[in-house]
């Protein structure tokens, strides 16, 4: 048990979290269970360790961080480890990962009902589905979604200022006000393009190249993520890779063709859209339908989920207005629902707000009809129901 204290001691100490993350002061700590899901790459062994660094001295025994990847795992079960440290005066579980460790699910379970004392907030994929695929776990767990960095704590990090994130509702009513309180600190135009290249996960901070990483990291997702936690054979692996480059390939400017794309793959149609399925569960792809549709149906568009897999995965073909709508998508994705729009409308949001996402400095003049907001990017200011597409970027 002391070599666990000693490496939760050694991490914690050497965390560096420049940004505190507004998922935080969101979760309901005084909770005995807590999931925090997440895609790699967004930061959650260092949320977790923050949390200690927070809330616990280094020499405080009650509260450790273990991570699964830890061999010693793959012979000792959460319930016995954990029933060890809640003996030893623990009262605070972080655990890395849960789902490298078999059984994990009825594991967590058996420390809910053994130790009444025991506090557990473990991290897990995006990929997972807490309750829906582990019944054991309905009724005690609270799952949150730890998401990349947003616009917002992209400039915080890079300028040193604290700006907070604003609601929907804030924006739209009182996005003029709100723009005057921030052009004044800092200019978001010197600071957009960076975000849509390279900001979204927090590793672009490493002294390595952005796009290998990345690579890397999208090639973990759908390898582990997707295999493992799905319990797909790797034999299929080579299809989910190529189906993904296709949809990245071909943009989401209009609706998928699954029948080429199963075709294109050698597999039916039904089997793409899982495959789609599992691309938007381990956040590399998300599914616009239209209002009152869903999966399994087919969507209207595919879109990677965020415009940093964009120029990852095709950079020599990344549209500016494709990026953009990918931009606006992704910022909306966390708190809101985005269907397909209309014939004057790109999207519509939370089924009563039509949005259309425009470039500012586009030529000839543009019909402004007082039914839509307009998200415009080449620009830092806005006026009634024309915004600033940046300023979406600080929703979260």
Same mark, same amino acid.
């Given at each position: 048990?002391?070599?666990?204290?000693?490496?939760?001691?050694?991490?914690?100490?050497?965390?560096?979290?420049?940004?505190?993350?507004?998922?935080?002061?969101?979760?309901?700590?005084?909770?005995?269970? +807590?999931?925090?899901?997440?895609?790699?790459?967004?930061?959650?062994t260092t949320f977790l360790l923050q949390y200690a660094k927070e809330h616990f001295d280094t020499q405080d025994k009650q509260c450790l961080y273990i991570n699964m990847?830890?061999?010693?795992?793959?012979?000792?079960?959460?319930?016995?480890?954990?029933?060890?440290?809640?003996?030893?005066?623990?009262?605070?579980?972080? +655990?890395?990962?849960?789902?490298?460790?078999?059984?994990?699910?009825?594991?967590?379970?058996?420390?809910?009902?053994?130790?009444?004392?025991?506090?557990?907030?473990?991290?897990?994929?995006?990929?997972?589905?807490?309750?829906?695929?582990?019944?054991?776990?309905?009724?005690?767990?609270?799952?949150?979604?730890?998401?990349?960095?947003?616009?917002?704590?992209?400039?915080?990090?890079?300028?040193?200022?604290?700006?907070?994130?604003?609601?929907?509702?804030?924006?739209?009513?009182?996005?003029?006000?709100?723009?005057?309180?921030?052009?004044?600190?800092?200019?978001?135009?010197?600071?957009?393009?960076?975000?849509?290249?390279?900001?979204?996960?927090?590793?672009?901070?490493?002294?390595?190249?952005?796009?290998?990483?990345?690579?890397?990291?999208?090639?973990?997702?759908?390898?582990?993520?997707?295999?493992? +936690?799905?319990?797909?054979?790797?034999?299929?692996?080579?299809?989910?890779?190529?189906?993904?480059?296709?949809?990245?390939?071909?943009?989401?400017?209009?609706?998928?063709?699954?029948?080429?794309?199963?075709?294109d793959i050698e597999t039916s149609r039904a089997t793409v859209m899982n495959y789609i399925k599992y691309l938007t569960d381990a956040r590399l792809t998300n599914l616009?339908?239209?209002?009152?549709?869903?999966?399994?149906?087919?969507?209207?568009?595919?879109?990677?989920?965020?415009?940093?897999?964009?120029?990852?995965?095709?950079? +020599?073909?990344?549209?500016?207005?494709?990026?953009?709508?990918?931009?606006?998508?992704?910022?909306?994705?966390?708190?809101?629902?985005?269907?397909?729009?209309?014939?004057?409308?790109?999207?519509?949001?939370?089924?009563?707000?039509?949005?259309?996402?425009?470039?500012?400095?586009?030529?000839?003049?543009?019909?402004?009809?007082?039914?839509?907001?307009?998200?415009?990017?080449?620009?830092?200011?806005?006026?009634?129901?024309?915004?600033?597409?940046?300023?979406?970027?600080?929703?979260?």
């Amino acid at each position: 048990m002391e070599a666990f204290f000693r490496t939760h001691r050694y991490l914690v100490e050497h965390t560096n979290a420049p940004v505190r993350r507004s998922l935080m002061d969101e979760i309901d700590w005084s909770d005995r269970m +807590i999931g925090i899901k997440g895609t790699r790459g967004v930061g959650k062994t260092t949320f977790l360790l923050q949390y200690a660094k927070e809330h616990f001295d280094t020499q405080d025994k009650q509260c450790l961080y273990i991570n699964m990847n830890n061999f010693y795992f793959q012979g000792q079960g959460i319930a016995a480890f954990a029933g060890e440290f809640y003996k030893h005066g623990g009262r605070v579980l972080l +655990i890395d990962q849960v789902f490298k460790q078999p059984n994990w699910s009825k594991e967590l379970r058996k420390c809910y009902d053994l130790y009444p004392n025991l506090k557990i907030v473990f991290t897990g994929s995006s990929v997972m589905r807490l309750k829906d695929e582990n019944p054991e776990l309905n009724g005690i767990v609270k799952s949150y979604n730890l998401r990349g960095f947003s616009f917002r704590e992209f400039i915080n990090l890079l300028t040193g200022n604290t700006f907070r994130p604003y609601s929907l509702e804030e924006i739209l009513s009182d996005h003029e006000h709100i723009i005057k309180q921030i052009l004044p600190k800092v200019s978001p135009n010197k600071y957009f393009q960076d975000y849509i290249h390279h900001g979204f996960y927090p590793f672009f901070q490493e002294q390595r190249n952005y796009s290998e990483n990345l690579l890397k990291t999208m090639n973990m997702m759908t390898e582990v993520d997707i295999l493992l +936690i799905k319990q797909i054979e790797l034999k299929y692996l080579t299809k989910i890779k190529k189906l993904f480059y296709m949809i990245a390939e071909e943009g989401p400017s209009k609706a998928p063709n699954v029948s080429k794309l199963a075709h294109d793959i050698e597999t039916s149609r039904a089997t793409v859209m899982n495959y789609i399925k599992y691309l938007t569960d381990a956040r590399l792809t998300n599914l616009i339908y239209p209002v009152n549709e869903e999966f399994p149906k087919k969507p209207a568009r595919i879109m990677l989920h965020n415009s940093n897999l964009m120029y990852a995965i095709y950079p +020599i073909q990344v549209g500016k207005q494709e990026a953009m709508e990918t931009f606006f998508v992704n910022s909306l994705w966390k708190d809101h629902k985005v269907n397909a729009g209309g014939r004057d409308f790109n999207y519509l949001v939370d089924e009563k707000l039509k949005f259309r996402i425009l470039d500012a400095k586009s030529p000839g003049r543009q019909r402004i009809l007082p039914d839509i907001i307009y998200a415009r990017y080449n620009t830092e200011i806005g006026t009634g129901n024309q915004i600033p597409l940046w300023l979406l970027g600080f929703l979260y």
